[in-house]
């Protein structure tokens, strides 16, 4: 049994991370033979990637996929940690489990992983109010997952493998992509910004950036395969690179990757601070780059973004937002926003609505701040009120969402290339996303699905666009 540890996760070692390979014993091929799984998955992309490679684990032994987990022999939970909310809808989850483990299917494999195991008072929490979950295992050891569901099923106890200590980079662990003709490819894990309201620093590890002959390779692969798009993910991709003995920056990767000949390619996220007129300047001279960056600014405040660690002022942030809306041609930006951060005044507050009063965003994620265990912030004093929170939240939804209506009125009239995705659930309509990251639904055969066409944004809404095929 290894258990989550602050201390250990917080360490950055300055040993070279090493690289191994993904092998399955033939032993295991067969465990699941028979059998039946559910997966859930909650949080980023990073979380949906790492989704991929657990189903394709649970597939190489056997197990086949279902969508509902009432009519599985496993369960799994892939969870996130970033925010409250994802907590309580994990442990909803569970009670759910629960329920159906002691009235339908006493024989339920439980197993938990991701961001939520890497914590300390989640682990505790399983391992005294939550026995009957069989099995938990964190971010770093995800290749693990076979042989410690194995175990799980060959003992009769609870199994929990945490490692706290950065992982290793384990090349050649399987995948089961989730689309046919878009990808996320990892090109680094961790961070080491430990911005004071983040737990992502010990859940994830440090910074480690995947060897780009890797990254390269697999892109070349994914567009052998057919595909049309990858979006290469990190916790901060800007910072690709610097953890290397040679200089390779992100900038660099971009342009390698631009040169496989993939037709789209985005990524996310990015940290303002480390975001370079390199790779602006490559933004702008890739054809294959799409014009959309997501640049999460979270206050307009400047003594809001020192408490908050984040090392830009909103000078700083707004001079850089101002360099990549001139230099990127039609670019569309987007961002992430926390109110009522530990000490946050009206002051503060009206600070953040001038900064969206300037930015005017395609789109923003706004969220309500709620402490993390372990973090810096969540020991600061003048915690604000959570009726004032949700005031802000409002107050600031209301701003936003008047520009991503205007923004999007802007486009009517306009063609863009789309990849079509699929058909909308809502509506027997196609959809697909815009080269700058716009949902669009139209009418059309759905033979198009997984093609880039060009189509006419025809209606503008706050959320989406409806737009016709141009022949």
């Known amino acids: 049994m290894e258990l989550p540890d602050y201390v250990k996760a917080r360490a950055r070692s300055k040993d070279k991370v090493l690289r191994e390979d993904y092998v399955l014993d033939d032993n295991l091929k067969s465990i699941g033979v028979g059998k039946k799984y559910f997966l859930k998955t909650y949080g980023c992309q990073m979380n949906e990637h790492d989704s991929e490679n657990l189903k394709a684990m649970l597939e190489e032994l056997g197990f086949v996929e279902v969508d509902d987990y009432n009519n599985a022999d496993l369960v799994l939970l892939n969870t996130c940690s970033i925010r409250e909310n994802a907590h309580n809808k994990a442990f909803g989850m569970l009670g759910r489990l629960k329920h159906v483990k002691e009235s339908t299917n006493p024989d339920l494999i439980v197993g938990l992983c991701g961001c939520m195991a890497q914590e300390e008072g989640v682990v505790n929490e399983l391992m005294h109010k939550y026995k009957w979950v069989n099995f938990v295992f964190g971010t770093h050891n995800i290749h693990r997952l076979p042989y410690i569901l194995n175990d799980a099923l ?80 990190g916790q901060n991709v800007n910072a690709y690179g610097k953890d290397f003995d040679y200089t390779y920056t992100m900038e660099n990767l971009l342009e390698d990757v631009s040169k496989t000949g993939i037709p789209r390619i985005f990524f996310m996220t990015s940290h303002p601070w480390d975001f370079t007129d390199g790779m602006i300047d490559v933004i702008s001279k890739c054809d294959n780059v799409m014009p959309y960056v997501h640049l999460p600014v979270q206050s307009g405040s400047s003594r809001i973004l020192k408490l908050m660690g984040r090392r830009y002022t909103k000078e700083s942030y707004l001079e850089l937002f101002d360099k990549i809306r001139g230099r990127v041609p039609r670019v569309s930006i987007s961002t992430d926003i926390i109110v009522g951060f530990p000490g946050e005044e009206e002051e503060d507050f009206l600070d953040t609505l001038d900064l969206v009063e300037h930015c005017k965003y395609d789109n923003a994620f706004t969220f309500i701040y709620s402490p993390r265990e372990n973090t810096a912030a969540a020991k600061l004093a003048n915690q604000v009120d959570e009726s004032v929170k949700e005031e802000r939240l409002q107050r600031l939804n209301s701003v936003v969402n008047k520009y991503f209506l205007e923004n999007n009125q802007k486009l009517v009239g306009e063609v863009f290339p789309v990849l079509v995705e699929g058909v909308s659930s809502k509506k027997n309509e196609l959809f697909g996303y815009t080269d700058t990251f716009k949902l669009i639904n139209f009418e059309g055969d759905s033979s198009l699905i997984g093609e880039i066409i060009n189509v006419k944004v025809v209606e503008a809404k706050t959320w989406s666009l409806d737009g016709e095929i141009v022949k």
């Open 154 to 233: 060959q003992a009769n106890k609870q199994q929990i493998e945490v490692l706290s200590r950065e992982g290793n980079i384990i090349e050649g662990i399987p995948v089961k992509r989730a689309s046919n003709h878009k990808a996320y490819v990892n090109i680094i894990y961790g961070c080491d910004k430990f911005c004071t309201y983040c737990i992502v620093p010990y859940t994830r590890g440090k910074q480690r950036s995947r060897d780009p002959k890797d990254i390269v390779k697999e892109v070349e692969e994914l567009v052998k395969d057919g595909y049309k798009e990858v979006t290469l993910l």
